[in-house]
């Protein structure tokens, strides 16, 4: 199948920074405590429900997946950059680490206990979103649990360079509200929605959903 063009712009991208990314970009252990209190309480939610295997989906260099192995969940990793995937697998041989769409998974229907996709899902265009949402609805177990976090807002933007290098990727920004609306209609229930304004003047915000497959 022929990768679509927002695709490619994100594989040649992160493939370019991801040395940088990594080298820039604060572990989870440097995050801020409301963002590892809702990595935490996710970790918590799928252990308490069984637990079963956790993709962590646009993994990049693979530290979340680290950490939520830390956190006591069987977690692999799914990134579409092949560079970045490398970096995961020198980093935590120990884990899994897959080259990969996460719109197109190749896992089975109903077989993972939940889906952490952190700062990831903003490249995928906002009208590829109900697709997007149904593949991650397809994967999960019912009950299975969902953590979206990143960047909400309004448009769409197209930075030039990141991390010290050009970069050719979208971020398609969405308000939070319609990430609820898109979730909601792919099969999931939204149990919690967090939003944390980033700087004044900057008007986008972070953002954190925890969803369950309903
Ligand atoms: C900003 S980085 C975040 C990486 C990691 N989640 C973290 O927080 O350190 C975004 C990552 O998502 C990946 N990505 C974006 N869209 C993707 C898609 N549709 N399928 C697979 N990976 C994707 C990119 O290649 C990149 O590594």
Redesign the pocket.
């Known amino acids: 199948m022929t990768e679509p063009a927002h695709?490619a712009a994100?594989?040649v991208?992160?493939d370019t920074v991801?040395a940088d990314?990594l080298r820039l970009?604060v572990p989870p252990e440097g995050m801020d405590p409301v963002s590892r209190a809702m990595i935490a309480a996710f970790a918590e939610l799928v252990r308490e429900s069984g637990g079963g295997e956790v993709a962590?989906?646009?993994?990049?260099?693979g530290?979340?997946t680290a950490y939520l192995h830390n956190l006591g969940l069987s977690a692999f990793g799914?990134?579409?950059?092949g560079e970045?995937i490398a970096l995961a697998r020198r980093a935590y041989p120990e884990l899994r680490f897959t080259v990969?769409?996460?719109?197109a998974l190749e896992v089975a229907d109903g077989s993972l206990g939940g889906i952490l996709?952190?700062?990831?899902?903003h490249?995928?265009p906002a009208d590829q979103l109900p697709a997007?949402f149904g593949e991650f609805a397809r994967v999960l177990a019912p009950g299975g649990h969902l953590l979206l976090?990143g960047h909400v807002g309004e448009g769409e933007r197209r930075p030039t360079a990141a991390y010290g290098h050009p970069v050719s990727?979208t971020s398609y920004l969405v308000p939070v509200g319609r990430l609820v609306e898109l979730l909601e209609q792919a099969g999931f229930t939204v149990t919690t929605t967090l939003e944390q304004p980033i700087a004044q003047r900057d008007d986008r915000s972070h953002a954190c959903l925890l969803a369950r497959r309903s």
């Open positions: 695709l994100v594989r991208s992160y991801a990314y970009v962590d989906l646009g993994c990049g260099p530290r979340i799914v990134d579409v950059s970045m990969g769409s996460m719109g996709a952190w700062y990831s899902v490249h995928t997007l976090g990727y």
